[in-house]
Protein backbone atom coordinates (compact mmCIF):
# COMPACT_ATOMS: atom_id res chain seq x y z
CA UNK A 1 0.00 0.00 0.00
CA UNK A 2 3.06 2.59 0.96
CA UNK A 3 4.44 1.87 -2.34
CA UNK A 4 0.73 2.67 -4.22
CA UNK A 5 0.51 6.11 -2.74
CA UNK A 6 3.54 6.98 -3.61
CA UNK A 7 3.32 5.77 -7.24
CA UNK A 8 0.19 7.65 -6.78
CA UNK A 9 2.27 10.59 -5.56
CA UNK A 10 4.77 10.56 -8.38
CA UNK A 11 2.33 10.29 -10.67
CA UNK A 12 0.42 12.88 -10.05
CA UNK A 13 3.88 15.09 -9.88
CA UNK A 14 4.67 14.10 -12.80
CA UNK A 15 1.27 15.26 -14.42
CA UNK A 16 1.54 18.21 -12.31
CA UNK A 17 4.91 19.39 -14.00
CA UNK A 18 3.73 18.28 -17.43
CA UNK A 19 0.60 20.93 -17.29
CA UNK A 20 2.63 23.68 -15.32
CA UNK A 21 5.39 23.21 -18.45
CA UNK A 22 2.60 23.86 -20.87
CA UNK A 23 0.86 26.25 -18.79
CA UNK A 24 3.83 28.19 -18.45
CA UNK A 25 4.76 28.08 -22.52
CA UNK A 26 1.91 29.03 -22.90
CA UNK A 27 0.66 31.74 -20.59
CA UNK A 28 4.17 32.23 -18.86
CA UNK A 29 4.08 36.37 -20.50
CA UNK A 30 1.01 37.03 -19.52
CA UNK A 31 0.22 38.63 -16.13
CA UNK A 32 -2.36 36.76 -13.52
CA UNK A 33 -3.47 38.30 -10.55
CA UNK A 34 -4.55 36.61 -7.69
CA UNK A 35 -4.78 39.44 -5.44
CA UNK A 36 -8.78 39.46 -5.29
CA UNK A 37 -10.85 36.40 -5.21
CA UNK A 38 -12.92 35.57 -8.21
CA UNK A 39 -13.68 31.51 -8.39
CA UNK A 40 -12.49 29.46 -10.98
CA UNK A 41 -14.07 28.64 -14.45
CA UNK A 42 -17.01 25.75 -14.16
CA UNK A 43 -15.13 23.98 -16.38
CA UNK A 44 -11.99 23.86 -13.73
CA UNK A 45 -14.50 22.76 -10.65
CA UNK A 46 -15.85 19.82 -11.40
CA UNK A 47 -14.61 16.53 -12.00
CA UNK A 48 -16.34 16.10 -15.37
CA UNK A 49 -15.53 19.56 -16.50
CA UNK A 50 -11.76 18.69 -15.63
CA UNK A 51 -12.17 15.78 -18.11
CA UNK A 52 -13.13 17.08 -20.98
CA UNK A 53 -11.12 20.48 -21.11
CA UNK A 54 -7.90 18.33 -20.38
CA UNK A 55 -8.85 16.03 -23.02
CA UNK A 56 -8.86 19.55 -25.13
CA UNK A 57 -5.14 19.95 -23.99
CA UNK A 58 -6.29 22.93 -21.94
CA UNK A 59 -2.81 23.30 -19.44
CA UNK A 60 -4.98 24.31 -16.64
CA UNK A 61 -7.17 21.55 -17.09
CA UNK A 62 -4.41 19.16 -17.04
CA UNK A 63 -3.20 20.31 -13.22
CA UNK A 64 -6.39 20.46 -12.04
CA UNK A 65 -7.00 16.92 -12.76
CA UNK A 66 -3.39 15.70 -11.39
CA UNK A 67 -4.71 17.61 -8.14
CA UNK A 68 -7.52 14.65 -8.54
CA UNK A 69 -5.37 11.94 -8.97
CA UNK A 70 -3.73 13.49 -5.67
CA UNK A 71 -7.13 13.63 -3.66
CA UNK A 72 -7.48 9.86 -5.17
CA UNK A 73 -4.28 8.62 -3.00
CA UNK A 74 -6.00 8.89 0.37
CA UNK A 75 -9.35 7.90 -0.74
CA UNK A 76 -7.45 4.53 -2.18
CA UNK A 77 -5.87 4.22 1.17
CA UNK A 78 -9.20 4.42 2.69
CA UNK A 79 -10.56 1.64 0.13
CA UNK A 80 -7.82 -0.38 0.74
CA UNK A 81 -8.24 -0.23 3.92
CA UNK A 82 -12.02 -1.36 4.07
CA UNK A 83 -10.87 -4.69 1.92
CA UNK A 84 -7.92 -4.88 4.57
CA UNK A 85 -10.36 -5.05 7.64
CA UNK A 86 -12.72 -6.89 5.66
CA UNK A 87 -10.24 -9.97 5.27
CA UNK A 88 -9.24 -9.57 8.78
CA UNK A 89 -12.79 -10.33 9.24
CA UNK A 90 -13.23 -6.88 11.85
CA UNK A 91 -16.89 -5.50 10.52
CA UNK A 92 -16.46 -2.75 13.18
CA UNK A 93 -13.35 -1.30 11.06
CA UNK A 94 -15.43 -2.15 7.93
CA UNK A 95 -18.22 0.20 8.66
CA UNK A 96 -15.88 2.58 10.20
CA UNK A 97 -13.60 2.95 6.79
CA UNK A 98 -17.31 2.88 4.80
CA UNK A 99 -18.11 5.94 6.87
CA UNK A 100 -14.78 7.73 5.95
CA UNK A 101 -15.05 6.89 2.57
CA UNK A 102 -18.72 7.99 2.75
CA UNK A 103 -17.55 11.42 3.70
CA UNK A 104 -14.72 11.45 1.54
CA UNK A 105 -17.36 10.76 -1.27
CA UNK A 106 -19.31 13.75 0.16
CA UNK A 107 -17.07 15.98 0.00
CA UNK A 108 -16.10 15.26 -3.90
CA UNK A 109 -19.59 15.50 -4.74
CA UNK A 110 -20.84 18.28 -6.81
CA UNK A 111 -23.81 19.01 -4.50
CA UNK A 112 -20.87 21.64 -2.78
CA UNK B 1 5.47 40.39 -12.65
CA UNK B 2 4.65 37.87 -15.70
CA UNK B 3 3.20 34.44 -14.60
CA UNK B 4 6.48 32.88 -15.43
CA UNK B 5 8.42 35.21 -12.74
CA UNK B 6 5.41 34.82 -10.17
CA UNK B 7 5.41 30.93 -10.58
CA UNK B 8 8.92 30.79 -10.44
CA UNK B 9 9.11 33.05 -7.46
CA UNK B 10 6.35 30.91 -5.48
CA UNK B 11 7.99 27.65 -6.72
CA UNK B 12 11.48 29.10 -4.94
CA UNK B 13 9.33 30.46 -1.87
CA UNK B 14 7.48 26.81 -1.59
CA UNK B 15 10.44 24.95 -1.54
CA UNK B 16 11.90 27.18 1.72
CA UNK B 17 7.86 26.60 3.13
CA UNK B 18 8.02 22.92 3.19
CA UNK B 19 11.85 22.69 4.08
CA UNK B 20 10.83 24.81 7.11
CA UNK B 21 7.70 22.75 7.72
CA UNK B 22 9.29 19.58 8.10
CA UNK B 23 12.24 20.63 9.81
CA UNK B 24 9.97 22.22 12.54
CA UNK B 25 7.93 18.87 12.33
CA UNK B 26 4.90 21.90 11.89
CA UNK B 27 4.70 20.94 7.94
CA UNK B 28 4.16 22.80 5.00
CA UNK B 29 0.66 23.99 4.97
CA UNK B 30 1.09 26.38 8.06
CA UNK B 31 3.67 27.78 6.62
CA UNK B 32 2.63 28.25 2.81
CA UNK B 33 -0.69 30.66 3.41
CA UNK B 34 1.58 33.30 5.34
CA UNK B 35 3.41 33.22 2.73
CA UNK B 36 1.87 33.44 -0.80
CA UNK B 37 -0.96 35.94 1.45
CA UNK B 38 1.80 38.06 2.89
CA UNK B 39 4.83 38.26 0.50
CA UNK B 40 3.20 37.48 -2.58
CA UNK B 41 -0.13 39.20 -1.95
CA UNK B 42 -2.35 36.36 -2.89
CA UNK B 43 -6.09 36.19 -1.84
CA UNK B 44 -6.26 33.80 1.15
CA UNK B 45 -9.07 31.90 -0.23
CA UNK B 46 -6.65 31.03 -3.19
CA UNK B 47 -3.89 30.60 -0.68
CA UNK B 48 -5.82 28.32 1.20
CA UNK B 49 -6.78 26.08 -1.73
CA UNK B 50 -3.23 25.56 -2.75
CA UNK B 51 -1.86 24.57 0.26
CA UNK B 52 -4.21 22.15 0.99
CA UNK B 53 -3.74 20.24 -2.35
CA UNK B 54 -0.01 20.77 -0.96
CA UNK B 55 -1.01 18.90 2.19
CA UNK B 56 -2.43 15.98 0.44
CA UNK B 57 0.69 15.32 -1.86
CA UNK B 58 3.07 15.85 1.30
CA UNK B 59 0.90 13.01 3.08
CA UNK B 60 0.42 10.57 0.79
CA UNK B 61 4.07 10.64 -0.03
CA UNK B 62 5.63 10.66 3.38
CA UNK B 63 2.64 8.44 4.47
CA UNK B 64 4.21 5.35 2.36
CA UNK B 65 7.47 5.53 4.42
CA UNK B 66 5.71 4.82 7.38
CA UNK B 67 2.99 2.18 6.62
CA UNK B 68 5.27 -1.04 6.37
CA UNK B 69 7.01 -0.71 9.93
CA UNK B 70 4.85 -1.52 12.24
CA UNK B 71 3.92 1.69 13.90
CA UNK B 72 0.85 3.77 12.78
CA UNK B 73 -2.23 1.94 14.22
CA UNK B 74 -4.99 2.40 11.41
CA UNK B 75 -7.73 1.31 13.01
CA UNK B 76 -7.32 3.83 15.54
CA UNK B 77 -6.69 6.39 12.87
CA UNK B 78 -9.40 5.38 10.52
CA UNK B 79 -12.32 5.60 13.95
CA UNK B 80 -10.74 8.86 14.59
CA UNK B 81 -10.86 9.57 11.28
CA UNK B 82 -14.52 9.76 11.19
CA UNK B 83 -14.65 12.65 13.43
CA UNK B 84 -11.39 14.43 11.23
CA UNK B 85 -13.04 13.83 8.03
CA UNK B 86 -16.74 15.02 9.56
CA UNK B 87 -14.83 17.95 11.20
CA UNK B 88 -13.03 18.77 7.86
CA UNK B 89 -16.34 19.32 5.75
CA UNK B 90 -17.74 21.16 8.69
CA UNK B 91 -14.65 23.49 8.10
CA UNK B 92 -14.82 23.72 4.52
CA UNK B 93 -18.22 24.69 4.69
CA UNK B 94 -18.30 27.01 7.03
CA UNK B 95 -14.83 28.79 5.00
CA UNK B 96 -17.44 30.27 2.57
CA UNK B 97 -18.96 32.23 5.88
CA UNK B 98 -16.54 33.38 7.22
CA UNK B 99 -14.37 36.65 6.38
CA UNK B 100 -11.06 36.40 5.04
CA UNK B 101 -9.92 38.70 8.02
CA UNK B 102 -11.04 35.95 10.60
CA UNK B 103 -9.21 33.17 8.52
CA UNK B 104 -6.17 35.11 8.72
CA UNK B 105 -6.16 35.79 12.86
CA UNK B 106 -7.16 32.18 13.43
CA UNK B 107 -4.35 31.00 11.30
CA UNK B 108 -2.17 33.44 13.10
CA UNK B 109 -3.46 31.63 16.55
CA UNK B 110 -3.07 28.33 15.38
CA UNK B 111 0.61 29.37 14.12
CA UNK B 112 1.60 30.71 17.46
CA UNK B 113 -0.39 27.82 19.05
CA UNK B 114 1.94 25.15 17.45
CA UNK B 115 5.35 26.46 18.02
CA UNK B 116 4.54 26.38 21.87
CA UNK B 117 2.86 23.33 22.00
CA UNK B 118 3.62 21.09 24.80
CA UNK B 119 6.42 18.55 23.68
CA UNK B 120 5.81 14.67 23.91
CA UNK B 121 5.53 13.35 27.87
CA UNK B 122 7.08 10.25 28.50
CA UNK B 123 4.30 7.98 29.95
CA UNK B 124 5.17 5.10 32.27
CA UNK B 125 4.89 2.05 29.99
CA UNK B 126 1.47 -0.16 30.84
CA UNK B 127 0.19 2.86 32.92
CA UNK B 128 -3.66 2.80 31.95
CA UNK B 129 -6.54 3.93 33.76
CA UNK B 130 -9.11 0.81 33.88
CA UNK B 131 -11.83 2.75 32.58
CA UNK B 132 -11.11 4.05 29.64
CA UNK B 133 -9.15 0.80 28.80
CA UNK B 134 -11.80 -1.02 28.75
CA UNK B 135 -13.45 0.86 26.03
CA UNK B 136 -10.69 0.45 23.90
CA UNK B 137 -10.49 -3.08 24.31
CA UNK B 138 -14.70 -3.00 23.40
CA UNK B 139 -13.58 -1.22 20.08
CA UNK B 140 -10.47 -3.21 19.46
CA UNK B 141 -8.28 -0.81 19.31
CA UNK B 142 -5.30 -2.30 21.22
CA UNK B 143 -2.00 -2.33 19.70
CA UNK B 144 1.70 -3.01 19.89
CA UNK B 145 4.85 -1.67 18.47
CA UNK B 146 8.32 -2.86 17.92
CA UNK B 147 11.14 -2.18 20.21
CA UNK B 148 14.54 -3.42 21.00
CA UNK B 149 12.68 -4.90 23.87
CA UNK B 150 10.10 -6.14 22.10
CA UNK B 151 6.96 -5.84 21.14
CA UNK B 152 5.35 -3.08 23.61
CA UNK B 153 1.71 -3.16 24.01
CA UNK B 154 -0.41 -0.20 24.29
CA UNK B 155 -4.50 0.92 24.10
CA UNK B 156 -5.36 4.41 24.03
CA UNK B 157 -7.29 5.99 26.91
CA UNK B 158 -9.94 9.01 26.52
CA UNK B 159 -11.07 8.09 23.65
CA UNK B 160 -14.18 10.48 23.56
CA UNK B 161 -12.19 13.30 24.48
CA UNK B 162 -9.81 12.49 21.81
CA UNK B 163 -12.44 12.39 19.33
CA UNK B 164 -13.21 15.77 20.05
CA UNK B 165 -10.29 16.39 19.84
CA UNK B 166 -9.96 15.33 16.36
CA UNK B 167 -13.08 16.77 15.24
CA UNK B 168 -11.76 20.11 15.89
CA UNK B 169 -8.23 19.40 14.08
CA UNK B 170 -10.53 18.40 11.36
CA UNK B 171 -12.57 21.84 11.31
CA UNK B 172 -8.88 23.58 11.50
CA UNK B 173 -8.16 21.10 8.24
CA UNK B 174 -10.83 22.36 6.67
CA UNK B 175 -11.24 26.46 7.24
CA UNK B 176 -7.14 26.93 7.02
CA UNK B 177 -6.03 24.08 4.81
CA UNK B 178 -3.45 23.26 7.05
CA UNK B 179 -2.87 19.17 7.86
CA UNK B 180 -3.57 19.72 11.65
CA UNK B 181 -0.99 16.91 11.99
CA UNK B 182 0.05 19.10 15.53
CA UNK B 183 -3.17 18.79 16.86
CA UNK B 184 -3.64 15.50 15.92
CA UNK B 185 -0.70 14.37 17.76
CA UNK B 186 -1.28 16.43 20.69
CA UNK B 187 -4.85 14.53 20.79
CA UNK B 188 -3.41 10.88 20.39
CA UNK B 189 -0.30 11.52 22.60
CA UNK B 190 -1.12 13.84 25.78
CA UNK B 191 -4.79 13.03 25.42
CA UNK B 192 -5.35 9.64 24.88
CA UNK B 193 -1.90 8.37 25.74
CA UNK B 194 -0.50 6.61 22.91
CA UNK B 195 3.10 6.27 22.23
CA UNK B 196 4.53 9.07 20.35
CA UNK B 197 5.82 7.04 17.62
CA UNK B 198 2.51 5.41 17.43
CA UNK B 199 0.81 8.91 17.15
CA UNK B 200 2.99 10.87 14.72
CA UNK B 201 2.90 7.73 12.35
CA UNK B 202 -0.89 7.59 12.81
CA UNK B 203 -0.98 11.32 12.34
CA UNK B 204 0.72 11.28 8.80
CA UNK B 205 -1.61 9.49 7.45
CA UNK B 206 -4.47 10.90 8.62
CA UNK B 207 -3.28 14.24 7.79
CA UNK B 208 -4.30 13.53 4.08
CA UNK B 209 -7.73 11.49 4.32
CA UNK B 210 -8.84 14.74 6.28
CA UNK B 211 -7.04 17.22 3.45
CA UNK B 212 -8.76 15.07 0.43
CA UNK B 213 -12.15 15.67 2.40
CA UNK B 214 -12.59 19.26 2.68
CA UNK B 215 -10.33 19.24 -1.17
CA UNK B 216 -13.94 18.47 -2.39
CA UNK B 217 -15.78 21.05 -1.67
CA UNK B 218 -12.97 23.92 -2.14
CA UNK B 219 -12.54 22.46 -5.74
CA UNK B 220 -16.21 23.03 -6.36
CA UNK B 221 -16.32 26.47 -5.13
CA UNK B 222 -13.44 27.26 -6.95
CA UNK B 223 -11.03 27.96 -4.43
CA UNK B 224 -8.75 25.92 -6.16
CA UNK B 225 -6.23 27.82 -8.77
CA UNK B 226 -4.26 25.59 -10.70
CA UNK B 227 -1.84 27.94 -12.32
CA UNK B 228 -1.15 28.17 -8.16
CA UNK B 229 -1.79 25.13 -6.93
CA UNK B 230 0.87 24.03 -9.39
CA UNK B 231 4.19 25.77 -7.78
CA UNK B 232 2.89 25.63 -4.56
CA UNK B 233 2.71 21.87 -4.04
CA UNK B 234 5.67 20.88 -6.51
CA UNK B 235 8.05 23.27 -4.20
CA UNK B 236 6.33 21.87 -0.93
CA UNK B 237 7.03 18.54 -1.82
CA UNK B 238 10.90 19.34 -2.74
CA UNK B 239 11.38 21.23 0.27
CA UNK B 240 9.73 18.67 2.77
CA UNK B 241 11.80 16.17 1.42
CA UNK B 242 15.13 17.90 1.45
CA UNK B 243 14.14 18.82 4.96
CA UNK B 244 13.37 14.87 5.46
CA UNK B 245 17.04 14.09 4.28
CA UNK B 246 18.56 16.43 6.35
CA UNK B 247 16.60 15.31 9.47
CA UNK B 248 17.85 12.26 9.64
CA UNK B 249 21.77 13.13 8.62
CA UNK B 250 22.39 16.33 10.80
CA UNK B 251 21.52 17.53 13.92
CA UNK B 252 19.16 20.11 13.74
CA UNK B 253 18.30 21.61 17.03
CA UNK B 254 19.44 25.26 16.02
CA UNK B 255 18.15 24.92 13.05
CA UNK B 256 14.72 23.96 14.54
CA UNK B 257 14.48 26.48 16.67
CA UNK B 258 15.22 29.45 14.45
CA UNK B 259 12.42 28.20 12.39
CA UNK B 260 10.40 28.15 15.16
CA UNK B 261 11.04 31.75 15.43
CA UNK B 262 9.94 32.34 12.48
CA UNK B 263 6.82 30.44 11.90
CA UNK B 264 6.14 32.76 15.30
CA UNK B 265 6.55 35.97 13.90
CA UNK B 266 4.49 35.19 10.58
CA UNK B 267 1.85 34.40 13.40
CA UNK B 268 1.81 37.54 14.65
CA UNK B 269 1.68 38.75 11.21
CA UNK B 270 -0.84 37.12 9.90
CA UNK B 271 -3.20 37.83 13.37
CA UNK B 272 -1.91 41.40 12.98
CA UNK B 273 -2.32 42.08 8.98
CA UNK B 274 -6.15 40.18 9.70
CA UNK B 275 -6.60 42.85 12.66
CA UNK B 276 -6.09 45.45 9.73
CA UNK B 277 -8.49 44.22 8.28
CA UNK B 278 -5.55 43.70 5.10
CA UNK B 279 -5.92 40.23 4.73
Known sequence: MGGLLRAGVILACGIMFAGGVLYLLRHGGEHQSWQSFHSEPAALRSIAGIWHAMLAGQARAIIQFSALVLIATPVMRVAFAVYGFARQKRWLFVAVSLIVLALLGAGLSERG | ??????????????????????????????????????????????????????????????????????????????????????????????????????????????????????????????????????????????????????????????????????????????????GSGAVKVLAMDLAMALPFKVSTTTSNFMIGVTAAASAGIYLHRGYIDPALAMPVTLGVIAGSFTGAMLLKNADVHRLRTFFRAVVFVLGIEMIWNGWKGAL
Open chain 2, 1 to 178: MNNLVFSSAVLGGSIVAGFVGSLTGLGGGVVIVPLLTIAFGVNIRYAIGASLVSVIATSSGAASAYVRDGFSNVRIGMMLEIATAAGALGGAALAAHVPTSKLAMLLGVVLIGSVFAPSHKEQAAGAQASGSKSLAARLGLEGVYPSPQGEIAYAPRRIPFGFGMMGVAGVLSGLLGI
